[in-house]
């Protein structure tokens, strides 16, 4: 569908694996592969993508090479020894940018992040990360349940910060943020629309099927973009069922400014 319906990037919003096992991380490999070679895309680290004692950190590295993503028709960078990436391609007439943080970032990542936004001013940005709006559409803090926060720190000891703390301290600050996409939590989708700094609309949106019958059953969605009428059609479909999701949380169109 690449060509019939214009895909021009595929984002994945993290639990890659279940706990973070080589076998899984062999398997993940090799179920992306599919799209190597065909499209660009974006992973992003779950807490089920990281090791649950000890250090904390993810074989992701292991699997999915830096050297991987120079196959791709489009520009990208890395944050040197950290799983944050960016990527840069145009659609429809416009650059977009795509921003990847790791579960949590620390303000280290997000001082990173900053860099990246005020270097491509003129793309209109999407972050995805794991863990940001919970399932009853508010931003997490220290107080919600599964948290980031509570996955512990990250690799280099600096703590987490949660989805609240991610706004205040990055997403806020950049006018040419448009989205927000994040998974983890168990209420299959909820979103939220926010105002930054300088007025710009940032629709964040959580969806996770994971825990929906069959694992999921295949759901994903599909990011429709329609610049003449500056509108998203946000849409679910399983190619496993061959089925939309057709409720208002998993089928709507959104205002773009």
Known sequence: NIGKLNIKFVIHEGD???NNSPAQWEKARACMAVLDGQIPYALCVGN??????GDHSS?????????????YPCKWGKMPGRNCFW???????????????DLGASDEMLKWAD????ANKDAKTILVTHELLDEKGELSTQATNKSARAYGPHQDGTPRNTGSEVWEKHIKKHPNYIMA??????????RKTMKGESGNTVHIMMANYQYH??????FLRLLSFDPENKSCH?????????????DDANDFIIKLD
């Open 87 to 101: 990527f840069r391609f145009e659609a429809g007439g416009s650059d977009y940018l795509i921003m990847s943080l």
């Open 48 to 53: 089920h993508d990281i090791a649950c004692k």
């Open 213 to 218: 019958e069959g694992g999921g059953n295949g």
């Open 115 to 118: 860099g990246i936004l005020e």
């Open 59 to 71: 074989l992701i590295g292991d699997y999915f090479k830096e050297t991987d993503y120079g196959k």
């Open 16 to 18: 890659i694996t279940d």
């Open 181 to 190: 996409l994040c998974g983890h939590y168990n209420g299959i989708a909820s």
């Open 234 to 246: 946000v849409s679910t479909y399983s190619p496993f069922l061959k089925k939309d999701w057709k």
